[in-house]
């Protein structure tokens, strides 16, 4: 993800509005590496601009989203997180704790087979591995 004053930037290039709120998630995004669900955003944005709506907070992911400057992450159609690390790299899911760690890219590379090969031209792809954290299976 772009630094808070890029973001600014490239918002009011597009004519979006940049409110004291949007300016909080961007700051709460800028460099997480704990990619956070749109309820944890709204949690923390919550404590300082106590009015602000879960919508401000979820259309304002979905901007971010649309823009390349934010990724989404499903675990499933009721837990969506997002990563502002936009460069490739996959991700290791707990399903027990939901934490989700990177993997870099250079680690893993699909392999496609010729055919498809010849009739489609990948632009990027994601892989998600979900299984158990050390923690929680040490705790099962």
Do not use: W
């Not at 879960?54 to 989404?72: A, H, P, Q, R, S």
């Not at 899911?93 to 990177?102: A, E, G, P, R, V």
């Amino acid at each position: 993800m772009n630094t808070v004053d890029n973001l600014v930037e490239r918002f009011r290039s597009k004519k979006l509005k940049i409110t004291p709120q949007r300016l909080g998630i961007f700051r709460i995004l800028e460099s997480n590496l704990q990619h956070p669900s749109a309820e944890d955003i709204f949690s923390k944005i919550k404590k300082i601009y106590p009015t602000v709506s879960f919508t401000t907070v979820y259309k304002t992911l979905d901007i971010l989203e649309k823009m390349g400057e934010i990724l989404k992450i499903t675990i499933d159609e009721e837990r969506k997180h997002y990563d502002p690390n936009t460069n490739t790299h996959h991700h290791i899911i707990c399903l027990m704790c939901n934490k989700i760690s990177d993997i870099e890219e250079e680690h893993i590379r699909p392999k496609l087979p010729r055919g498809i090969l010849n009739e489609f031209t990948p632009s990027s792809y994601h892989i998600s591995f979900y299984g158990t954290c050390k923690k929680c299976h040490k705790n099962k």
